[in-house]
């Protein structure tokens, strides 16, 4: 969709892409969850079933959906740094609720949770850096492997396909904007028929993200605004003379506080969507202003969008 000129050597609208997040926004986010579960059942040395059925059955009696949802309100938005948290958490003998009361306290958000576990075990440094970090995260990755099998997506594939064909017919590029590692992302989406829908100069995954955070020594996942610039533009360093020369130009659609937080950061519109787990009213408190049942109504919603600039 293109800007036209008004009249007075101005542009009225222009919009070029539609990035999207993808769990819970596409891709179910359910498997991280039980990759969550399972591997903190692993790290407590619980005796492990031979079905997947009975492992995820375990991974969900452990690490139950609420204490899921109640770090992702607080903007933990990676499943390895809830799996690790969690860990932490047990070898200090404290309940996740309490991390998570205190983070609201303190109005603390994201990966500030390794400042508080750092105060509570000064015994090492808490980071994403190498050490026990490392390890969790090199146990989910195996809990994956196990669970692969399982990934799904949010709402009938039927409907998601509809979407992507509708927004490519009103001439809209369409990109991903997600912290699954490449692989993780690529492979359901080709399995499912999506892949070939999202243009991959447009496709920024954990593994760009993380390359480049190696490289400034800080991490650049959401709700930092790195992986929505690197995608608009397309290069390492990410550093726009204006933001708002682009503010109209991109759309996120996501689903959580950390997909709010980003797309506040990076001065673009937002389109929220319920099938995640952030409560609407988590959402509105972080800035959310569009917020939708499911990616059905994006189209519809970007049409109303692009209206309301022309008035």
Not at 77 to 84: E, K
Not at 226 to 245: D, G, M, S, T, V
Request: charged content about 35%; glycine content about 8%.
């Amino acid at each position: 969709m293109e800007g036209r000129d008004d009249g007075r050597g101005k542009r009225k609208f222009k919009v070029k892409a539609i990035l999207f997040d993808l769990d819970g926004v596409i891709t179910s986010e359910r498997i991280y969850w039980n990759c969550s579960g399972l591997a903190f059942a692993k790290y407590l040395g619980s005796k492990m079933p031979e079905s997947t059925r009975d492992k995820i059955k375990l991974a969900r009696k452990l690490l139950p959906d609420k204490v899921i949802e109640g770090f992702k309100e607080v903007g933990v938005n990676s499943n390895w740094d809830i799996t690790y948290a969690i860990s932490v958490l047990a070898d200090l003998g404290k309940e996740p609720s309490w991390l998570l009361k205190e983070m609201k306290n303190r109005g603390m958000k994201g990966l500030e949770y390794l400042k508080l576990l750092d105060e509570i075990d000064s015994s090492e440094k808490h980071d994403r850096e190498g050490g026990k970090w490392a390890e969790s995260h090199k146990r989910f990755q195996a809990c994956y492997y196990e669970l692969e099998d399982t990934d799904e997506p949010v709402i009938p594939l039927k409907k998601i396909k509809d979407t992507l064909d509708i927004l490519k017919s009103m001439g809209l590029k369409l990109g991903i904007v997600s912290g699954r590692p490449y692989l993780e992302a690529k492979l359901p989406l080709r399995k499912w028929g999506l892949w070939n829908y999202f243009d991959p100069a447009l496709t920024v995954t954990e593994r760009e993200v993380s390359e480049e955070g190696k490289k400034r020594g800080e991490h650049l996942g959401k709700p930092n605004p790195y992986p929505i610039l690197r995608a608009i533009f397309n290069n390492e360093k990410c550093e726009p003379c204006e933001i708002k020369q682009i503010a109209e130009d991109y759309i996120l659609v996501g689903d959580s506080v950390a997909d709010v937080l980003a797309a506040k950061n990076a001065g673009i519109p937002l389109i929220c969507v319920r099938t995640g787990i952030a409560s609407e009213e988590s959402l509105r408190q972080a800035g959310a202003e569009m917020i939708v049942d499911d990616i059905v109504s994006v189209p519809a919603t970007v049409r109303k969008l692009l209206k309301n600039r022309e008035q």
